[in-house]
């Protein structure tokens, strides 16, 4: 059988690769933590401004309330953790004075598998009115985020928190129902703290109502190494360096962000020199080819590329208007994958970068080999395919037929993707694979302007695109992260997927402290999670950073932790 028609790419081989790190900066030290920053001396005035277009615009400032990617950057430009990841994965102490273990008697586990971890808050910690920072805003903080009637997207890991409580001041004390296996590394998107002398009144006044407001968007007040100065929605943020942040001051004064979600004119504006970087999720692998070719070579900039990404379809589970229930039969789902051909997919739209992916996994993780054995795959085969979905009683009348059931209904599977690079060369080639084997499928990309629209996104019919940071804390596939109505629809499981063998892995594998019996369980967690093809997985999606020379600093992040500006306080605008 014939295979659908691809555009033509670019074949980048892996000298590709050698040549992206080869023209990337050095990497740069990890970010401070505190000790000369806290030196009498004190650092260096902030100089300078850096002008960065990212793709996506966030509904809110505060990162706990954050869906979608990319909006990480913005997590760590304005607010601060408790702690971080460097490039390498190795954690270091952020808001935090030092990292809880169990040797320094900050991490105890008790027999019955609960635990406590205890968190030591540097005395410098303010917000950016100058309001000290204390214990009291964590515990505020995970009230809200346990709240049921909260529209929380993501409330791990606060709910296998049983409780946190103020000890002083400085000094929170988190008491966990179960083994949770980064209770002492909690960073972005775990237990942010919330400004309890702005916030706790409008809380108890409407808890459903709490993360609309100004407060969450220009009013914003966070404890990141940059406030907010301005915001023109659409178009354009401004952050200028907090002079006061814990840490010392960030090495650049200002922050232009530039809003631009067209990848065409993005690329325009950098490649003149109208704004100084641009970074994933806004570009991938056909800009990061185009940078080297016209770019790196002349000497004007640097590329950096790296995996953390997985792009990956939801299947609909959930009744839904124009439901298309058939994706709820195994055997159409294992046909639907049987039938596309990743890699091809992975020459079409990243230029011949990365690779295709068989789960939601990462390739670089220590249990890879181990999750490789044990899945389920699903390799190019439309015989397969047509094998699969004539048993579930789906047959051509003729050999160019749409595929009919007994009553004459067609199959229809219709491709969904928000905008975005690529989108519509994505769904179109994932749409062509299908119509070969007969399934009715039509395209649709999803408006820029409704790209922030859960309810809009959640009620997809039958297939949804999308693209997720991979790590144990980001397996959002599980019952309490389905979206409801009830919660405004914040929850990122999209395909409302309920299984309870998925869920209780899943618990298994985030609280199991043994390293081999952790290792088991998430072997067994997608060993069902493909077993039942819970989702689509497509291919590894390439993290790009695209920069002047004049930039430094950026160096990646690691694929479990969300977002390059981790270590932002330590870029510089060299002119």
């Given amino acids: 059988m014939a295979r659908p028609r691809l555009p033509r790419v670019i074949t980048l081989i892996l000298m590709t690769l050698m040549l992206a790190a080869a023209c990337a900066p050095a990497q740069s030290p990890a970010a401070r933590t505190g000790e000369t920053a806290d030196a009498a001396s004190g650092p260096a005035r ?42 390498n994965g190795l954690p270091h102490p952020m808001m935090a004075r030092e990292i809880p273990t169990r040797d320094n008697g900050d991490w105890v586990v008790n027999p019955d598998g609960t635990m406590v971890t205890t968190y030591r808050l540097r005395p410098n910690v303010k917000w950016h009115d100058g309001t000290p920072v204390t214990s009291k805003d964590f515990v505020f903080a995970y009230t809200v985020y346990v709240d049921p009637d909260a529209p929380i ?113 993005l690329m325009a504006n950098l490649l003149s020199g109208e704004v100084h970087m641009t970074t994933s999720p806004s570009v991938r692998g056909t800009e990061a080819a185009l940078a080297r070719d016209q770019w790196v070579g002349g000497g004007q900039g640097y590329l950096k590329i790296w995996e953390t990404r997985l792009r990956y379809m939801f299947f609909q589970f959930r009744e839904v208007p124009n439901w298309q229930r058939a ?32 789960a939601y996994f990462i390739p670089t993780d220590a249990m890879f080999p181990d999750v490789d054995r044990a899945i389920t795959k699903y390799p190019y085969d439309p015989g397969q395919a047509n094998a699969l979905l004539a048993d579930a009683g789906w047959r051509r009348s003729a050999p160019n037929e749409l595929l009919a059931d007994a009553s004459g209904k067609t199959l229809d ?134 920069a002047r020379n004049s930039v430094k600093g950026p160096v990646g992040n690691y694929g479990p932790q969300q977002g390059i500006t981790w270590n932002i306080a330590e870029w510089e605008i060299v002119e």
């Fill in 153 to 265: 997207p993501t409330r791990s890991p606060e709910t296998l928190m049983s409780g946190v409580e103020a000890i002083d001041d400085l000094t929170i004390a988190v008491s966990w129902k179960q083994a949770y296996v980064s209770a002492n590394i909690l960073g972005y998107q775990a237990l942010d703290p919330l400004p309890r002398h702005l916030l706790e009144e409008k809380y108890r006044a409407s808890s459903s109502q709490f993360s609309l407001g100004e407060e969450f968007k220009a009013a914003f007040v966070g404890t990141g190494p940059f406030r907010i100065e301005s915001w023109d929605p659409g178009s354009r943020m401004v952050g200028r360096a907090n002079l006061d942040w814990f840490l010392g001051p960030p090495k650049i004064d200002v922050l232009d962000i530039r809003i631009i979600t067209d990848t065409n004119t």
């Fill in 327 to 358: 994706v709820t039969d195994l055997r159409v789902r294992r046909a639907a994958l049987h039938s596309l051909d990743r890699q091809a997919l992975v020459e079409g739209l990243n230029s011949g970068l990365g690779r295709a992916a068989d």
């Fill in 46 to 87: 902030p100089r300078g401004t850096l002008k960065v277009a990212w793709s996506r615009e966030p509904e809110s400032l505060h990162p706990k309330f954050y869906l979608g990617s990319g909006m990480a950057e913005y997590g760590w430009t304005f607010s601060s953790a408790l702690t971080y990841l460097d490039f």
């Fill in 413 to 546: 599977i219709d491709p969904w993707r928000q905008a975005g690079p690529k989108a519509e060369e994505e769904v179109s080639i994932i749409a062509d694979y299908w119509k070969n084997v007969g399934i009715n499928s039509r395209l649709f990309v999803i408006p820029a302007a409704r790209n922030s629209d859960n309810e809009f996104i959640s009620n997809f019919p039958g297939t949804l695109a999308i693209a997720r940071t991979i790590s144990p804390d980001n397996f959002i596939f599980t019952s309490d992260n389905v979206p409801s109505r009830e919660l405004r629809w914040a929850g990122s499981n999209r395909g409302s997927l309920l299984d309870p063998e998925i869920d209780r892995l899943q618990n298994l594998a985030m609280t199991t402290i043994d390293l081999k019996d952790r290792t088991d369980a998430t072997v067994a967690l997608h060993r069902r999670f493909t077993e039942i093809a819970g989702i689509a997985p497509l291919y590894y999606e390439l993290e790009v950073i695209i």
